[in-house]
Nanobody, 112 residues
Framework: QVQLVESGGGLVQPGGSLRLSCSAS????????MGWYRQAPGKQRELVAV????SSATSVQGRFTISRDNAKNTVYLEMNSLKAEDTAIYYC?????????WGQGTQVTVSS
């Protein structure tokens, strides 16, 4: 069993930055592929970024960077140059074969 807890969301102005964190409890964190998804109001949940078990940092979409620290059982999402359309609830996901876990989500609102 893995429990995921996201943090770091909040209100930010357009063009600003946020760093989300996802802390995992349980064993074998390093064996899981970790991902960030988001769901905006009225829209389906979509994949933002994913990082493989053996990776350190992957840049996605040019504005977002996902990274992980296996020693701390934590995955991060660095978000820069945020836009209003990035407003959503951001969810952390852990996946190993057919086993999958979700966090409760953290709200990110981009608004002036």
């Amino acid at each position: 069993q893995v429990q995921l807890v996201e943090s770091g969301g909040g209100l930010v102005q357009p063009g600003g930055s946020l760093r989300l964190s996802c802390s995992a409890s349980g064993r074998s964190f390093s064996a899981y592929a970790m991902g960030w998804y988001r769901q905006a109001p009225g829209k389906q949940r979509e994949l933002v970024a994913v990082i493989a078990p053996g990776s350190s940092a992957t840049s996605v979409q040019g504005r977002f960077t996902i990274s992980r620290d296996n020693a701390k059982n934590t995955v991060y999402l660095e978000m820069n140059s945020l836009k209003a359309e990035d407003t959503a609830i951001y969810y952390c996901n852990a996946k190993f074969l057919r086993i999958e876990y979700w966090g409760q989500g953290t709200q990110v609102t981009v608004s002036s």
